[in-house]
């Protein structure tokens, strides 16, 4: 149980921010799941060198953007008695309140 002087605050991206980013990560991985089913059962789209770097540049995307989705869809701030800690997927900042000299909302 937190102290009752101790502030928390979750903040997640809008669902058309997840939306987006939940396209992107159906887009590439269905186009590398086409083209690998399309090599399995008929002529292949790509062979050789250029189907390791296709399979490879399209692995990357779908990688990337779920890492976007889990790290930086998610904004935590926690204020207690002496301490600010703002948190952004893997990012963390700690800031002394007696530090702090203004604030404003953008």
Do not use: C, H, Q
């Amino acid at each position: 149980m937190t102290n009752p002087k101790d502030y928390f605050e979750s903040v997640r991206a809008s669902g058309r921010t997840l939306g987006f980013l939940g396209l992107l990560l159906g887009a590439s991985g269905g186009i590398l799941t086409g083209v690998a089913v399309k090599g399995l059962v008929d002529e292949p789209l790509v062979t050789g060198t250029n189907a390791v770097v296709f399979y490879l540049a399209f692995a990357a995307s779908s990688v990337i953007t779920l890492f976007v989705m889990l790290n930086y869809t998610t904004l935590n701030i926690r204020v207690d008695e002496d301490n600010l800690k703002i948190t952004l997927g893997m990012k963390s900042k700690t800031i002394s309140l007696g530090s702090i000299v203004s604030a404003m909302v953008v």
